[in-house]
C-alpha cells in the first residue's frame, strides 16, 4: 500500500485522462473499527467491480492527521485510540491500495464542501465511485453531508453510494466513541470486538526501576501518557508486539505477555502510571530505546497493593499462569533474577 503525505506525493497520471481514477473513502479511521473496514471494504469490492469496464481504479482511503477535533477544540482531552502509523498499518489490511494523509489545519478546514471534493477528490485523485457512511460530514463548519455529495456527484458524474445502518448483532452503530467507553471502563474484550482486533499501545521502551528484573519478572516499560488510551490501572494478559524485518519484508512477533497499568502501589517511589509489559518465560529480550506495541486482549483484576514481597510475588505467579491459559499458551517456568540478561 502507497501513503501520500499531501497532494505533491498523489501521482499525477492518477487524474489525468485516460488515467485509472480513485475509488475514495474519506474519514479520519481513529482505530480503523469494523465500521470503518465495512465502507473501506466496499471501497476495495467497487474498485474491482470497476475494473470490469476497462482500467482498475485504486482503492483509496483520504484520512487527516492530526484529528480535526485537536485542532478546533484543543483545550478537549481526545486520546486517539491508535497512533496514525497503527491506523495505516490497519487501513493496509483491508486491502487498499494507497492512503492519502492530509495534515489537517484551520486553512483547510476553511474550504468549503463543494471546495474540498472538487480540489481533493476529483482533480487530485479523479475519484470514479465515492463509499461514505450515513452520518459522514465535511467540508467549512460540518456543512456538506451525504446529500450533498451525491448532488456534486450527480452534477459532476461520479458514483456515490452510501452505506446506513452499520450496526453490530445487538444494534448498535460502530463506532470510535463506543471503542473509547470500553478502554475507559477496562473492558478491553468489548473493545476488541468493536474493533476486530485487539486494542494495541504504542510506545517506545524506556528504563525503569530495575525491580521486575530483581524479582525474575522482567519488564519492558512505556511512559503512560505517551502510549495511546490508556485503560484503567490494573493487570492484563496481552501481547508485546516487536516490528521486524527480515529480508526486506516488514514483518511482526508476537510475544505473550502479563501487562501491568499503574503506579504499583506496593511500592510509594513510582510517581507516575506506566504500562510495564513481561514477556511470559523469557529473561533475555533486551528492548532498550525499541519502539513496539502491546495488545490488550483481558483485563485479569484491578491494580492491588501488597503487604509486602512474597503475597506479591505469588500473585504475579498467578496472574503469569492466568495469562499463558487465556493466550493458550504453556504456562512458563519461574524465572529467576540471575538469569536476566537484558
Known amino acids: 500500500m502507497e501513503v501520500w503525505y499531501g497532494a505533491e506525493q498523489v501521482p499525477a ?139 456534486i456527484g450527480a452534477a459532476d458524474g461520479f458514483e456515490v453510494e452510501i452505506l446506513d445502518e452499520i450496526r453490530s448483532d445487538g444494534g448498535r452503530r460502530w463506532s470510535s466513541t463506543w471503542v473509547r467507553q470500553c478502554l475507559g471502563d477496562g473492558r478491553v474484550r468489548e473493545a476488541a470486538d468493536v474493533l476486530g482486533r485487539p486494542h494495541r499501545l504504542r510506545g517506545t521502551v524506556v528504563h525503569g526501576r530495575r525491580r521486575g528484573r530483581e524479582l525474575g519478572f522482567p519488564t519492558a516499560n512505556l511512559e503512560a501518557a505517551t502510549a495511546g488510551v490508556v485503560p484503567p490501572d490494573g493487570v492484563y494478559a496481552g501481547w508485546l508486539v516487536r516490528h521486524r524485518r527480515a529480508g526486506g519484508e516488514a514483518g511482526e512477533e508476537h510475544l505473550p505477555a502479563a501487562i501491568s497499568i499503574g503506579t504499583n502501589p506496593t511500592f510509594d517511589d513510582v510517581p507516575r502510571r506506566t504500562v510495564e509489559a513481561h514477556v511470559l518465560g523469557r529473561a533475555d529480550l533486551d528492548l532498550y530505546g525499541e519502539e513496539i506495541g502491546v495488545e490488550l486482549v483481558e483485563r485479569l483484576r484491578p491494580m492491588l497493593a501488597f503487604d509486602g514481597l512474597e503475597p506479591l510475588l505469588a500473585q504475579m505467579r498467578d496472574d503469569v499462569a492466568r495469562t499463558a491459559r487465556i493466550l493458550n499458551v504453556p504456562v512458563p517456568g519461574p524465572i529467576r533474577p540471575e538469569d536476566v540478561t537484558a
Open 13 to 151: 497520471t492518477l487524474s489525468a485522462p485516460g488515467g485509472p481514477g480513485s475509488v475514495v473513502a474519506i474519514g479520519v479511521f481513529d482505530g480503523v473499527h469494523r465500521g470503518h473496514q465495512a465502507i473501506l471494504g466496499r471501497v476495495v469490492e467497487r474498485a474491482r467491480e470497476l475494473a470490469a469496464g476497462g482500467r482498475r481504479p485504486l482503492a483509496v482511503a483520504v484520512t487527516f492527521d492530526p484529528h480535526p477535533r485537536r485542532v478546533h477544540r484543543p483545550e478537549e482531552d481526545l486520546p486517539l485510540i491508535a497512533s496514525l502509523t497503527d491506523r495505516l498499518s490497519s487501513l493496509e489490511g483491508v486491502g487498499l491500495d494507497a492512503v492519502l494523509v492530509i495534515a489537517y489545519d484551520l486553512d483547510f478546514a476553511a474550504q468549503g464542501p463543494r471546495e474540498f471534493v472538487r480540489t481533493w477528490l476529483e482533480g487530485l485523485l479523479g475519484v470514479r465511485a465515492l463509499v461514505v457512511g450515513g452520518d459522514v460530514r465535511f467540508g467549512r463548519s460540518n456543512s456538506g453531508d451525504a446529500a450533498t455529495l451525491e448532488e
